[in-house]
């Protein structure tokens, strides 16, 4: 592999088939990583363990790490977010966001990728990105939900973490389990636009008025939708005016 070429452009970073969105961001990663390490000629590799001071591996510091950890049952588990209905490039999204797995930029300095001083959002609010943050509480990309409680024609206070908000918001007004489906198909269009929109914003330098991120979500819902209930008599204008009602649940 060495002799294909690392360097950016080499024949080692030719892939056999095109990746994902998701892929293409660890592979952004990996490479930042990359970027970060001199090799010296005449030093032997070596392994470290960063969490002791002599970097020589213990049970005592690998325990406490795991420990400190939040265990897997506090945040959505893996069967609530799954959506057949939905693609799997945004059910795994879905997934690394509740747990707190995506490139945010706080995630990005724990692993020593960028520098604390590229910690702020991308949207200019002046807060450190954090997955809630980015999603929930940021005063640009967060009042995004507001437009699409507004639609719904629903109010209510946002939790404060992003696995307590899929969990209220796919319980809106306490409609029966059979509908929560269509709430968490929703749900998904939302936040897979807004994390969307963050990437454009850093990686193109383009971006979209937040009103026009809420209509991209109508839209992107609207066609999953469509999708899902073949037999309903879904009109794109019927949608984009009372969503619940031309679904017959309003």
């Given at each position: 592999?060495?002799?294909?070429?690392w360097?950016e452009?080499?024949?080692?970073?030719?892939?056999?088939?095109?990746l994902?969105?998701w892929?293409e961001?660890?592979?952004?990663?990996l490479?930042l990583?990359l970027?970060r390490?001199?090799?010296?000629?005449?030093?032997?590799?070596r392994?470290?363990?960063?969490?002791?001071?002599?970097?020589?591996?213990?049970?005592?510091s690998?325990?406490?790490?795991?420990?400190?950890?939040?265990?897997?049952?506090?945040v959505v588990?893996?069967?609530?977010?799954?959506?057949?209905?939905?693609?799997l490039?945004?059910?795994?999204?879905a997934?690394?966001?509740?747990r707190?797995?995506?490139?945010t930029?706080?995630?990005?300095i724990s692993?020593?990728?960028?520098s604390?001083?590229?910690r702020?959002?991308?949207?200019?609010?002046?807060?450190?990105?954090t997955?809630?943050?980015l999603?929930?509480?940021?005063n640009?990309?967060?009042?995004?939900?507001?437009y699409?409680?507004?639609?719904?024609?629903f109010?209510?206070?946002s939790?404060?973490?992003?696995?307590?908000?899929?969990?209220?918001?796919t319980?809106?007004?306490?409609?029966a389990?059979?509908?929560h489906?269509?709430?968490?198909?929703?749900?998904?269009a939302?936040?897979?636009?807004?994390?969307?929109?963050?990437?454009?914003r850093?990686?193109?330098?383009?971006?979209?008025s937040?009103?026009q991120?809420?209509?991209?979500?109508?839209?992107?819902?609207f066609m999953?939708?469509?999708a899902k209930f073949p037999?309903?008599?879904?009109?794109?204008?019927g949608w984009?005016?009372?969503?619940?009602t031309?679904?017959?649940?309003?």
């Amino acid at each position: 592999m060495c002799q294909l070429g690392w360097a950016e452009g080499g024949q080692a970073w030719s892939w056999r088939r095109g990746l994902f969105v998701w892929e293409e961001e660890l592979v952004g990663e990996l490479i930042l990583l990359l970027h970060r390490v001199a090799l010296q000629v005449d030093k032997e590799d070596r392994w470290l363990w960063n969490l002791e001071t002599s970097h020589v591996y213990s049970v005592r510091s690998a325990y406490k790490l795991l420990t400190i950890q939040p265990p897997i049952d506090s945040v959505v588990s893996a069967s609530s977010l799954w959506n057949k209905d939905i693609p799997l490039k945004v059910v795994l999204f879905a997934w690394r966001l509740s747990r707190d797995r995506l490139s945010t930029k706080n995630n990005l300095i724990s692993r020593g990728v960028i520098s604390t001083d590229a910690r702020l959002c991308v949207a200019g609010c002046g807060s450190e990105e954090t997955s809630d943050h980015l999603l929930l509480h940021c005063n640009i990309f967060g009042t995004i939900w507001h437009y699409i409680y507004r639609w719904l024609n629903f109010s209510s206070v946002s939790p404060c973490d992003v696995g307590d908000h899929f969990i209220q918001f796919t319980a809106l007004g306490g409609l029966a389990k059979t509908r929560h489906s269509i709430l968490q198909v929703l749900w998904f269009a939302t936040s897979w636009e807004i994390w969307k929109e963050r990437n454009n914003r850093i990686f193109t330098g383009k971006q979209c008025s937040i009103l026009q991120v809420v209509d991209k979500i109508k839209s992107l819902s609207f066609m999953w939708l469509k999708a899902k209930f073949p037999s309903l008599h879904l009109n794109y204008h019927g949608w984009w005016l009372s969503p619940f009602t031309i679904l017959g649940i309003g």
